[in-house]
């Protein structure tokens, strides 16, 4: 069978990666082909080590596949050019492993931050600004800066970040690892309800074995290859 773009969110085929040339070349990607529906909550798990992120980064147009085929949302990663590349990216919710949040800023200004370039600015959205934040318990919160937060109240600054324009499609390198139990429910919760009521597409790497059954799917990755019982599916 061809995997096209079409009725795909996430097309991946044949997808090879490596980092470095000559002596220190490491191939950490090998024969990937997977594919990901519209508004399927797909999570990603798998050793550390075994290329996760990497593939994550690959799928967001952060690197450029060195072979095979990758589509996602419409467009083609292993072509895409200014100012197709920013267009993706608009339609992105990236939430990263090492998020980095200014610490000058403010909670609800971080979050506004990831909304400038949204036409939809001004009261209304400043007024889903206040409502994702206190959906992700941090209401309380919006005037302090990183440094009174905890950890796990950054880690949902990311997320707030990440979600608040609405994008088609989420990618979220272990967005829980540093939640307690309830802020897992919670960012699951929202994650489950953007792809089964906003046929969103979420795609989220996690090595935390409790929230799998959040997934509509499990993709396993070791060593750099699919776990032959559990994909390619779909
Ligand atoms: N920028 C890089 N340069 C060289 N090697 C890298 C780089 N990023 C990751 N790697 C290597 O690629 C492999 C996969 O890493 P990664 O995708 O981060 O795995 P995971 O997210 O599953 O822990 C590891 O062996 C790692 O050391
Ligand atoms: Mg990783």
Same mark, same amino acid.
């Given at each position: 069978m061809t995997l096209n773009s079409d009725n795909k969110a996430i097309s991946i085929e044949k997808l090879n990666y490596g980092f470095g +040339?000559? &002596?220190t070349a490491k191939q950490v990607l090998f024969d990937i082909t997977l594919s990901v529906a519209p508004g399927e909550f797909a999570i990603m798990t798998g050793p550390s080590g075994s290329g996760k992120t990497t593939l994550l980064s690959l799928v967001g147009a952060l690197r450029r596949p060195q072979s095979g085929s990758l589509h996602a949302i419409g467009h083609d990663l292993c072509r895409l050019e200014s100012p197709g590349l920013e267009n993706y990216r608009r339609q992105l919710g990236f939430i990263f492993q090492l998020h980095n949040l200014f610490p000058a800023l403010t909670v609800f200004q971080s979050v506004q931050m990831a909304t400038d370039l949204h036409p939809e600015s001004g009261q209304k959205m400043n007024d889903r600004i206040r409502e994702l934040l206190t959906q992700l318990g941090l209401g309380e919160r919006m005037d302090y800066r990183p440094h009174q937060l905890s950890g796990g109240q950054r880690q949902r600054v990311a997320i707030a970040r990440a979600l608040v324009h609405r994008p088609t499609l989420v990618l979220a390198d272990?967005? +829980? !690892? !540093?939640?307690d139990g309830e802020n897992t429910e919670i960012v699951l919760k929202l994650l489950a309800d953007l792809a089964h009521e906003r046929r969103t597409t979420v795609l989220m790497i996690t090595q /935390?074995?409790?929230?799998? &059954?959040? !997934? /509509?799917r499990l993709i396993h990755l070791v060593d750099g290859r699919l776990d032959p019982q559990e994909g390619p599916a779909g």
């Open positions: +040339t000559g &002596e272990e967005p +829980t !690892a !540093a939640l /935390d074995s409790r929230v799998f &059954e959040s !997934a /509509d």
